[in-house]
């Protein structure tokens, strides 16, 4: 059996250019075989500048417009992009929102673990609570940061210490207070998402709603059944028996 062996190039010394069309033809060592002909992506031959046909993003041209947005002060971000005073306001407002929410599930927390009310499932409960919304609060600030905005810290407000009721009682008027603070939570949310929708901030959009929208839904629906539960039992003994629910949630994992 006799083999044909395909026919050899040579790309270096059999190559003649044409530097208008940017065209090369190999010489092959089989003269039956017709010479293959590449053609460059070179335009003029020698520049390396020059635009070339059906060429729309040139990186070296595109770049300059950039490089006069890059600022060069030292306390000027330098991954700042698209990003309005708008939105990194709100995203403070709404660290804030976090912190002060988290600052009354604490003092909640210190109130239902006192000796005197005892109470250590509403206690978990709103301790719990309280971190959550602390994380919250330093995701939005990583963000901040993430997105070349400055993190401004504003005053929190000092909360109630004392939260007996003398019509609903303690855990029912706690739970109560609970629901109305994420729903006003959740609002302050889609305030923010108005505004990433109303500066074209698609990133901050997204960042609302994967984060923090669906949780956010979630919460006030757990919250929600609670405040029905409690309506239902009272202020006598049923109290004891959910505060044990709460205690005891979650044991099993």
Wanted: proline share 4%; aromatic share 10%.
């Amino acid at each position: 059996m006799l083999l044909k062996t395909p026919p050899t190039l040579n790309f270096f010394n059999g190559a003649t250019a044409d530097n208008n069309l940017g065209c090369f033809r190999f010489s092959s060592s089989s003269l039956s075989t017709p010479s293959p002909v590449v053609c460059a992506a070179v335009k003029g031959g020698s520049s390396n500048h020059s635009p070339l046909a059906g060429v729309v993003f040139e990186p070296f041209e595109e770049v300059k417009k950039e490089l006069s947005l890059v600022p060069s002060l030292p306390q000027q971000s330098l991954a700042r992009q698209k990003y309005a005073d708008e939105s990194e306001a709100s995203i403070n407002e709404q660290i804030n929102v976090e912190y002060n929410v988290s600052y009354v599930y604490h003092a909640l927390y210190a109130y239902f673990d006192r000796d005197n009310v005892a109470l250590r499932g509403l206690a978990k409960f709103f301790k719990e609570s309280s971190e959550e919304e602390r994380e919250h609060a330093e995701k939005f600030m990583e963000y901040q940061n993430k997105r070349g905005g400055k993190v401004k810290l504003n005053s929190i407000l000092m909360p109630l210490s004392e939260f007996d009721h003398e019509e609903k009682g303690d855990a029912l008027y706690a739970m109560e207070l609970a629901l109305s603070l994420e729903k006003l939570t959740n609002e302050k949310l889609l305030n923010l998402h108005e505004v990433a929708n109303r500066n074209n901030d698609v990133q901050l959009a997204d960042f609302v709603e994967s984060e923090f929208l669906g949780e956010q839904v979630e919460a006030i629906k757990k919250i929600s059944e609670y405040v029905a539960q409690l309506r239902r039992v009272g202020k006598g003994h049923g109290v004891w028996h959910f505060d044990q629910m709460l205690l005891n949630e979650g044991a099993a994992v």
